[in-house]
């Protein structure tokens, strides 16, 4: 039994220092396990909805993360307010009653009349839509990168904000919705303004999904199997068996399987097929 170990981990002259566990052929297998749990679990549970209790969580941090971004630009700090919650809920009930996903209704609704409703009479107002998110930094990450949404999020008339996220069916399709709303009380005076993000965010391609939380384990276990894979080419170089046809076929059909994983730890397919 020590022998099989020593064979499988270890780099010993008996198995040429390839573990048998770490070769191509091994972690071509690992790889098509990765792809099908993430597929069946990782895209479900990371990309398509949330539950209550962390829909909540990620309100919150969103709410801390947006006045980290403020204070950056010594802008005041807005406060959560129960009134703009409720409002921000209410758009995503809205959202999917109503199976559409904008900033307006398809029955003409404004995001202020939810506001309104709530109980909350405004001078400024403003919201910020996002769709596929369920990280906190990845969505203000892409406001902040969107220079409508920028703005908003830095508007310095804003005093009080309001985070709600929910998943549900929308097209056909579990998805999750964020809603921020910013506000500011009623000033005598003070003609009320509204102010839209020009264009609503999805997650997109991007690298910095590869590292979100959600997809954690999946890209710790990416890293592994592409320092393994490299570690096994450098010892078939090494070797002079590099070139061998059998080698570069599994060398070959393990890197297309890792960059399969890759593809699904940055895209969210819930959102494009």
């Known amino acids: 039994m020590k022998k099989f170990f020593r064979k499988l981990f270890i780099p010993h002259a008996n198995n040429l ?6 070769r191509h052929k091994a972690v071509s297998i690992y790889s098509i396990a990765l792809v099908l749990s993430h597929l069946s679990f990782g895209i479900a549970f990371s990309s ?5 209790q962390v829909g909540g969580n990620i309100a919150k941090q969103i709410i801390g993360i947006t006045n980290t971004e403020r204070s950056k630009f010594d802008l005041g700090l807005v406060a959560e307010n129960e009134k703009l919650t409720l409002a921000a809920e209410a758009r995503i009930n809205d959202m999917f009653s109503k199976n559409y996903w904008d900033h307006f209704a398809p029955d003409g609704t404004e995001p202020w009349d939810a506001v309104k409703n709530a109980g909350y009479n405004y001078s400024y ?4 839509l996002g769709k596929g998110f369920t990280d906190a930094n990845a969505v203000v990450g892409a406001w902040m990168n969107s220079p409508s949404h920028r703005e908003n999020l ?6 009080e904000i309001g985070v709600a996220v929910g998943s549900g069916l929308l097209n056909g399709k ?3 919705i964020i809603v921020q709303l910013f506000a500011s009380p009623f000033a005598k005076g003070v003609k009320p303004v509204t102010v839209l993000g020009s264009k ?10 590869v590292f979100s939380s959600a997809n954690i384990p999946y890209a710790t276990a990416w890293i592994m199997m592409t320092l393994m894979l490299i570690a096994d080419a450098y010892m078939l170089v090494k070797q002079g068996h590099h070139k061998d046809r059998k080698h570069k076929f599994h060398i070959g ?12 730890l940055t ?3 819930v959102n494009i097929l």
């Open 17 to 22: 220092y390839r573990p048998h566990a770490f």
């Open 48 to 52: 398509s909805s949330v539950s209550a």
């Open 125 to 128: 107002a403003g919201e910020n």
């Open 154 to 159: 830095l508007n310095s008339n804003y005093e």
């Open 174 to 176: 579990n998805t999750t």
């Open 200 to 209: 609503s965010q999805v997650e997109q391609f991007s690298l910095a999904n």
């Open 253 to 264: 059909f393990a890197s297309l399987l890792i960059l399969a994983l890759f593809g699904l």
């Open 267 to 269: 895209f969210q397919f």
